[in-house]
């Protein structure tokens, strides 16, 4: 069996995707991020300690001009490129080098590859950008972004687009992972974590935002799974988004309750008695993301640096169309009513949104009247 390239092998999902591979009896040569031989070798030590069987590891840099070197295209079947700077707050600068440019490097080893038979890309959902109303499984044209990544995602596909139609690409557009599985453990935090912290400590006075907008959560596993899935030949296009569709996805006001209902279990919130924020317009957000700007401290760098890049799309109605997924995996994909609750307990349980708690006799007693201080 030839091997199976993965870029980014030892991030949140490109671990999960090569432990997947492994599983399945697939060889992978696992690239990451390395600025030395120390450091790779460093590196190669961690992930083949939490990565049984037959794995290899390559690394570098994807801004230099070839950091695909030392791997040998003639050993690669398929391709999962996982690498990228994730951030929200990303500067252009850094997710052109990285991950466009990156993207491109990828592309330029695959063709390179006389045996390959895929090339699943990570991308995101907001490579869409400021786009609404229905979201095709097809390439997007958005005219404006709320921040640098979604660009760098929408430009990194229009490179596999545009590029040789004889590479055997998908792209995976991926929406917000919330946990690893249904279970509801976060194996990595992100924007959707930070505001529960945010909201369960009280200290959001408001929230950007619209109530019917809906917000696509998905969990680690189900990327995972379709990205093997595409490895071994699935799909039907050339695009799939990995989330449930808009039609099984929480709105922002039912996310909203969810989190607050699951919050009015634990008697430290009980105690304190926090409220759910109300909506703040768009331009009234932006007013107050720039006077925190100006002054600074703890609290606004809590809000500028995770929920401000990410609120422009909290005012966008997007449509998300979602039908391959599905039948990728055969399976249905988990929905936030179910997953957010065990996220919301997970976060409680380990102290990440600020104290530890369970639900308990007092705290089921009171959720009546708090819900109504709500």
């Known amino acids: 069996m030839r091997r199976v390239l993965i870029t980014g092998a030892d991030g949140y999902l490109g671990s999960q995707i090569a432990a997947r591979c492994l599983a399945a009896d697939l060889p992978v040569t696992a690239w990451v991020h390395a600025r030395s031989p120390t450091e790779l070798a460093q590196r190669a030590e961690r992930l083949a300690r939490r990565l049984p069987g037959d794995l290899v590891c390559a690394g570098g840099d994807l801004r230099d001009t070839d950091p695909f070197a030392r791997v040998d295209p003639a050993s690669v079947a398929g391709i999962v490129h996982a690498a990228a700077v994730t951030r929200f707050d990303v500067d252009k600068l850094t997710a052109c080098r990285v991950n466009v440019a990156g993207t491109a490097a990828v592309a330029r080893f695959a063709a390179r590859c006389p045996r390959l038979d895929a090339l699943v890309h990570l991308s995101s959902i907001y490579a869409a950008g400021l786009l609404e109303g229905p979201i095709a499984e097809a390439a997007v044209n958005p005219s404006r972004f709320a921040n640098h990544y979604e660009w760098s995602k929408w430009r990194s596909e229009m490179l596999l687009w545009e590029g040789p139609k004889s590479l055997p690409w998908r792209v995976l557009r991926v929406a917000t992972v919330v946990a690893d599985d249904e279970g509801g453990q976060c194996g990595q935090r992100n924007v959707v974590h930070d505001t529960l912290r945010l909201l369960y400590q009280g200290l959001l006075s408001v929230l950007p935002g619209e109530g019917d907008v809906p917000v696509y959560l998905v969990t680690a596993d189900v990327v995972a799974e379709a990205g093997v899935a595409l490895l071994n030949g699935g799909s039907a296009g ?107 307990r997970h976060l409680l349980a380990d102290g990440t949104l600020g104290a530890r708690g369970r639900p308990d006799g007092h705290a089921q007693r009171h959720r009546k009247e708090i819900r109504h201080a709500g």
């Open 238 to 344: 050339r695009f799939v988004h990995a989330c449930p569709p808009a039609a099984h996805s929480a709105t922002l006001d039912g996310l909203l309750d969810l989190a607050m209902n699951a919050f009015r279990d634990c008697p430290d919130f009980c105690r304190r008695r926090p409220v759910a924020p109300p909506y703040c317009a768009r331009d009234a957000f932006e007013l107050l993301v720039a006077g925190l700007r100006r002054h600074g401290g703890s609290l606004s760098d809590k809000v500028v640096g995770s929920l401000a890049p990410f609120a422009h799309q909290l005012y966008v109605n997007k449509d998300i169309t979602a039908r391959r997924l599905p039948r990728l995996i055969g399976r249905p994909v988990p929905e936030a009513a179910s997953l957010l609750p065990r996220v919301c």
